[in-house]
Nanobody, 121 residues
Framework: QVTLAESGGGLVQPGGALRVSCAAS????????MGWHRQAPGKERELVAR???????TYAGSVKGRFTISRDNAKNTVSLQMDSLKPEDTAVYYC???????????????WGQGIQVTVSS
């Protein structure tokens, strides 16, 4: 099995910055896509950013130019640097990874438990 552990959330003022990270642990053979979704109260979960195994990055239009996703393949981690934060960025942020377990031929998506990010003055 695989466990994803998120860290770095919290409260920040509008215009501020925050970095969230996610580390995967377990019997991992390889990781393809890594990314972040978020879910605000009363809204559906939405993709924020995603990075492929080749490093290709995709961003939601609402965060493009403000958020930067990165990955460390040696540490099986993905991070999201969030700058120029707005109150509408307030949500629970979930990391996800497309993982191949040792001894397996296929990939499975795993999710973190979520971490709260609140942007408020």
């Amino acid at each position: 099995q695989v466990t994803l552990a998120e860290s770095g959330g919290g409260l920040v003022q509008p215009g501020g910055a925050l970095r969230v990270s996610c580390a995967a642990s377990g019997s991992i053979s390889g990781i393809d896509f890594m990314g972040w979704h978020r879910q605000a109260p009363g809204k559906e979960r939405e993709l924020v950013a995603r990075i492929s195994g080749f490093g290709t990055k995709t961003y939601a239009g609402s965060v493009k130019g403000r958020f930067t996703i990165s990955r460390d393949n040696a540490k099986n981690t993905v991070s999201l640097q969030m700058d120029s934060l707005k109150p509408e960025d307030t949500a629970v942020y979930y990391c996800h990874m497309y993982v191949k377990l040792s001894g397996m031929d296929s990939y499975t998506t795993y999710w973190g438990q979520g971490i709260q990010v609140t942007v408020s003055s």
